[in-house]
C-alpha cells in the first residue's frame, strides 16, 4: 500500500511538471464531481497503468484506498467512462514529453539501442476491426533503448508493414543530438540512415546484410563487445511484457498508441527510482 502510495506521488509530481497550471483544484468543485485538472487526469492514467487493473475494476479498487485516493485530492474514484474520455483527450505530444523527462530523470549515456517487437491487438472486437479495416494482429513497436540504464527514450508505432530502416532514420531524426553511438541489427541496414548517423557525429554500429565480401568484413570489423550491448533493448521489451503479457487493453489503435507509450513512461519511472 505504501510502496503504491509513493509511486502515485511520484506521478503527481510528473504530471504537474508538464502542465501550464499545476496549482489548479485537483476537482473544479467541493463535491468531487466536476471536471479534473490536467494534472490530475494525467498522474490517475499513468497509475492506472501501473496497476493495471481492467477499467472496470479500477474504479472498485481505488475506492477501497483512500490513502491513494488522498494522494490526487479525491473522496472517489471517478468512474471508468472518465479515465476512457482521458486517455482520448491528453494527446501524444504530451505523452512523448513526459517519456523524454522520465529518461533524462534516469539518465541516458549516449550509446542507444533500435529495436522493434509486437504487441498483440486481440482485444479489439472482430466488428471493430472490420470497419476500420485492419488485419495486422500485432502493434509494430520499436524502441530507442539506453544500453546502460535500460531507459526508453523514444518509441515508434505502426499497425503497417513499414521497412525497418526507415523507422530507425525517423527516430534517429528526433534523438540525434543525444547519440554518440546507434546500435542496431541488420534489418536497420540502410546507407541513408547510416550516412544520417555520421553526418551527426553519431557512430553507426550496424550490421550489414551479407550479401558481399565487402559487407561481410565490414561486420568483421565490428567490435563484438559494443555490438553485443544491442540485446539491451531485447531486455526491455522482456520488462515490458513481465506483468500483463503481450495483450494490449485499448480497442483503438490511437488508444493503444497511448496505452503503450504510457507504459514506457511507467518503465521509465521505475528505472529512475532505481
Known amino acids: 500500500m505504501e510502496r503504491l ?3 502515485a506521488k511520484k506521478y503527481r509530481k510528473l504530471a504537474k511538471e508538464h502542465v501550464e497550471d499545476p496549482d489548479a483544484p485537483a476537482v473544479a468543485d467541493e463535491d468531487g464531481d466536476g471536471e479534473h485538472a490536467e494534472w ?8 492506472r497503468e501501473d496497476i493495471g487493473k481492467p477499467l472496470r475494476h479500477l474504479e472498485d479498487y481505488l475506492n477501497e484506498m483512500p490513502g491513494i485516493l488522498d494522494v490526487f485530492g479525491l473522496e472517489k474514484s471517478p468512474d471508468h467512462t472518465s479515465f476512457c474520455n482521458w486517455e482520448k483527450e491528453i494527446p501524444m505530444r504530451t505523452l512523448r514529453s513526459l517519456l ?52 526508453i527514450r523514444d518509441v ?15 527516430v534517429f531524426r528526433r534523438n540525434a543530438g543525444d547519440l554518440r553511438e546507434l546500435l542496431a541489427d541488420k534489418m536497420y541496414s540502410w546507407k541513408e540512415l547510416r ?5 551527426e557525429a553519431t557512430r553507426p554500429v550496424i550490421k550489414h546484410c551479407e550479401q558481399s565480401p565487402l559487407q561481410k568484413a565490414h561486420n568483421a570489423r565490428i567490435d563484438d563487445d559494443v555490438y553485443n550491448q544491442r540485446s539491451m533493448s531485447e531486455t526491455v521489451f522482456s520488462m515490458l511484457k513481465a506483468d500483463d503479457g503481450e495483450n494490449l487493453h485499448t480497442r483503438t489503435w490511437h488508444g493503444q498508441f497511448r496505452e503503450l507509450t504510457r507504459k514506457c513512461i511507467i518503465h521509465n519511472r521505475s528505472r529512475a527510482v532505481g
Open 100 to 151: 523524454r523527462r522520465t529518461a533524462e530523470q534516469a539518465g541516458f549515456s549516449g550509446t542507444g539501442a533500435i529495436d522493434a517487437s509486437g504487441f498483440q491487438r486481440g482485444q479489439a472486437s472482430h466488428h471493430y476491426r472490420k470497419r476500420a479495416d485492419y488485419s495486422f494482429q500485432a502493434m509494430k513497436t520499436t524502441v530507442l533503448v539506453d544500453t546502460e540504464s535500460l531507459v
Open 40 to 47: 490530475n487526469k494525467i498522474a490517475l492514467l499513468l497509475l
Open 195 to 199: 550516412e544520417k548517423c555520421r553526418k
Open 5 to 7: 502510495r509513493q509511486r
Open 156 to 170: 515508434h508505432f505502426t499497425t503497417k508493414k513499414a521497412y525497418d530502416g526507415h523507422i530507425g532514420l525517423q
